[in-house]
């Protein structure tokens, strides 16, 4: 019973939702499940070896033994009573995910579909406004809601169509509204996601004229433009055009002026296109992208976006760090890895990330010593030992020492060690294109020979994967 669908959706659950799956299923209402006391049995023999499942006595012989107390094992037997034991838990489910929607007004829709079945005209009319006052009292909007807005006015006009003999109302105008604002909703959080893989080279189909009719809706039908689809249309016109500074900022400007009414969700998910834009236009030469990707890192900072269950991930602490370097901010990125140095999450090894990020931070500020005083070559991600060796040899490079070329024929046997079960094709090349090209920079045949410098550069600039590329350009410009 390891591995059985049962088990499965039990080691799903907490030690508080298995107490009230056991309340749940001794519930009178439950007297019709045949077997009954055999499946609570079933089930009670089962808690225990909760949340592992993976003991001897769960095997399927042993199991029938403990339930039924016979020796002539029947796996069909044991098979029929874990199937009814699996139904009920599947119903415990529904039920606590209905229950976790009490306050969203989907008990109401529920209840006045019950009520426009049983033709109770009066309970169904209060139930639909209840349903309408809570929903009313909604701050944020995003799917979710409008979708079910669209099936209360659903609702109504299914109710209208049938009590109402003279057809007058029939809630139809505002129910295809509703339809309409919730289909924006949704196809443009779609249409946003496929386009933000498709610039980051995914090969996805489509046509030239597959969005058409959202541009058309929202261009022709200013109702529509509630808060998040307003949001959400500038995140698509930003993809859609190839990314307009313009654009950019009146993305940003609606953000910020609807946020407060958008599920934290979508604003995290736009707020990740925002700063994925910045980057790229920065690394196609956009210098100023790189003061908006800055300003956007403080904003989610300030409002907590940032934060992952109350930590920083490695990830984005490296990332903030780096840009902050980049704009030669260092009080600023001190500060701020002082604040976070014991809130970093993600990583086995957060002492190692802090002090390879303080390392960068004395390697951007010239001071080479104790930048490689606080390297550590032997941390065990993948990721910084890699980078912390990239440090190296370009701190050695800024020193001019004379083991730098040792160090790069080392770095190059690291890689070629490693390559094949721990990094990518695209790491791989990006590593040693710039293995490569420091051997070239570094060599004597470069020093203030133009032609070459010139050459190396258009190389640099044309790789499609290379690591360091903005350092070797600026190192290849010192040299003429």
Wanted: charged share 25%.
């Amino acid at each position: 019973m390891h591995q059985s669908k049962l088990v499965v959706i039990l080691k799903s659950l907490d030690k508080n939702e298995l107490n009230r799956l056991h309340r749940f299923l001794e519930h009178p209402y439950f007297a019709q499940i045949k077997q009954k006391q055999k499946a609570l049995e079933l089930l009670r023999y089962l808690l225990p070896f909760h949340p592992q499942f993976d003991q001897p006595a769960l095997e399927k012989s042993q199991v029938y033994t403990q339930i039924f107390d016979k020796k002539d094992y029947s796996a069909s037997k044991l098979d029929k009573l874990v199937n009814r034991l699996l139904q009920a838990v599947k119903l415990f489910v529904a039920w606590e995910e209905l229950r976790l929607d009490e306050r969203s007004g989907e008990w109401q829709l529920w209840q006045a579909r019950y009520f426009r079945r049983k033709n109770l005209g009066i309970a169904f009319q209060q139930t639909i406004q209840q349903a309408r006052r809570w929903r009313e009292r909604a701050t944020r909007r995003g799917q979710d809601f409008y979708l079910l807005e669209y099936q209360l006015e659903r609702e109504a006009a299914e109710f209208n169509s049938l009590f109402n003999q003279r057809k007058e109302d029939l809630n139809l105008p505002q129910t295809i509204e509703q339809l309409d604002i919730f289909y924006l909703t949704a196809k443009l959080e779609y249409a946003c996601s496929l386009l933000a893989q498709r610039k980051h080279h995914i090969a996805l189909p489509g046509t030239e004229n597959e969005f058409a009719d959202i541009e058309q809706m929202i261009e022709r039908r200013p109702n529509l433009r509630v808060p998040i689809v307003e949001v959400y249309y500038r995140a698509f016109l930003l993809l859609r055009r190839g990314g307009q500074e313009a654009d950019y900022l009146q993305l940003l400007e609606a953000l910020r002026a609807n946020e407060h009414q958008i599920p934290l969700p979508q604003v995290l998910a736009i707020e990740a296109i925002c700063r994925s834009h910045c980057i790229h236009k920065y690394n196609e030469g956009h210098q100023q992208y790189l003061g908006y990707a800055f300003a956007l890192y403080k904003q989610q900072l300030e409002s907590g976006h940032l934060y992952y269950e109350g930590g920083l991930l490695a990830g984005t602490f490296r990332n903030v760090i780096q840009i902050g370097l980049k704009l030669k901010d260092f009080a600023w990125v001190w500060q701020f890895m002082e604040d976070h140095q014991d809130r970093l999450v993600g990583t086995e090894t957060p002492e190692a990330v802090y002090r390879f990020n303080l390392a960068n931070y004395y390697f951007a500020k010239q001071d080479y010593d104790l930048a490689l005083q606080h390297l550590e070559l032997d941390i065990q991600d993948t990721y910084y030992k890699i980078a912390a060796r990239r440090l190296e040899l370009k701190i050695y490079y800024e020193q001019q020492s004379p083991i730098l070329d040792n160090r790069i024929a080392a770095f190059k046997t690291f890689i070629f060690r490693i390559s094949k079960k721990l990094l990518s094709n695209l790491a791989r090349r990006g590593n040693n294109n710039f293995i490569n090209l420091l051997r070239q920079v570094n060599s004597t045949r470069t020093l203030r020979n133009t032609p070459r410098i010139e050459k190396l550069t258009e190389k640099i600039k044309r790789l499609g994967a290379i690591v360091e590329r903005e350092w070797l350009l600026e190192k290849l410009g010192e040299l003429k």
